[in-house]
């Protein structure tokens, strides 16, 4: 689609969708009678700038359905996103909600040429997570076969990967891995006796050192695929063939970048918080939805012929950002620089604490079977390099503890890299 129908097609939705939410929702109707907004002030996509931003807080507020529009009889699924803390966020499905949900991620699944004759594994987790049934229905709708193996059970799931002739792998980066592990350590199956040849990952961040490990360990086409919770679940965008950038489905989800500081929005290419307005949603529209990641937009056409602006990688979640010692630090650029070392896996855990009034950065890596020794003098070698390019790349001085290979937990669905412990004192 041209840019200008693109535009036509944004600002048709909005504005439909600006004066549902005011009409059906007291909270919609509140927050902008709060800024003295109507509905007639927005005639254009641009005007969205206008409207008030739906926070984390303010969905944990309307606990659980404030945020519906319509009658619980058009309510055909209801999910809930993990929610570390507190009550989880739930979002809530018409017909039509489900079926553009499925569309989208159908359009990531395409990028890999999924289709009739697939088999797609689908190894999130099935349940309230949206990761299993959004998986799920995007393969269905491109008229794949689902395999709805769900996540863990791993040596089950390597088994019927091989003897099913599963071709496409969707779940976390960190299972893929963990996958991909189980089936070299296995001396029941091979990968060279799979079928597999596309994996969709994501649900957290993950770098092209890991897209790197993932293709070589599996024999895949690797594709990232980008969502959340609040704007249905996966499918929100994903990688085409160029594997240069997420296209968003923007005539569905609308992103903008905004300084997390000022609110306003940042310079066109600039880095920032994304936020989405679910143009499309019936049940549970968002207007404005801070996501709290970090990324920007890329406007310049994209060499597939697709016009959907593309998204870079996701730098992190402004929340999972440590300062220590006053330097901003993401888990993820631990993770870049593993990738880089061969001797290392690419599994790693940071414990942060403060001891006599200064940070502790302490990070637990593994080193592959055939390096690792637990003589000190005889890890030097290994470590020293480690040791300098965190030091260079992220600035700061890290404690780090070689283990030997598997003595980091592995994990099912999503992957947990970090424990501050500051949280825990006061
Ligand atoms: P929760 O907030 O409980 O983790 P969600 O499953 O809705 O619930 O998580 C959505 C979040 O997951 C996104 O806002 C983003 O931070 C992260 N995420 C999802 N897909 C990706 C991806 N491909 N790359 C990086 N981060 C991702
Ligand atoms: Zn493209």
Redesign the pocket.
Known sequence: MSREDMTKLQSERLVKLVKTCYEKSDFYRRKMDEMGVKPEDIKDIKDIVKLPFTT?TDLRDEYPFGLQVVPQSEVVRIHA????TGK??VDTYTKNDVDNWAEGVARVMAAGNVGPGDIVQVSYGYGL???GLGAHDGAAKLGACQLPTSAGNTEKQIMLMQDFGSTALACTPSYALRLAEAIHQSDKVSIDNMKLRVGF??????TEGMRKELQEKLHIEAF???????MS??GVG?ECEMHDG?HLWEDMFYPEIINPDTLEPVAPGEFGELVFTSLCKEAMPIIRYR???LTRLIYEPCKCGRTAVRMD??L??SD?MLIIRGVNVFPSQIETVLTEFPAFQPYYFITVDRVSNEDTFDLDVELRLEFFSNDPAKQMPFMKPLYDRIVSLVGIRPNIHILPPGAIARSEG?AKHVLDKRNFKN
């Open positions: 984390k996103s993990s929610g570390t989880p966020v997570f949206t990761g990952f994501g649900a957290e961040p993950w990232d695929i980008y969502g959340l919770t609040e679940g996966p994903g997420t996501t709290r990641d990688r996701i992190g979640r999972d999503k």
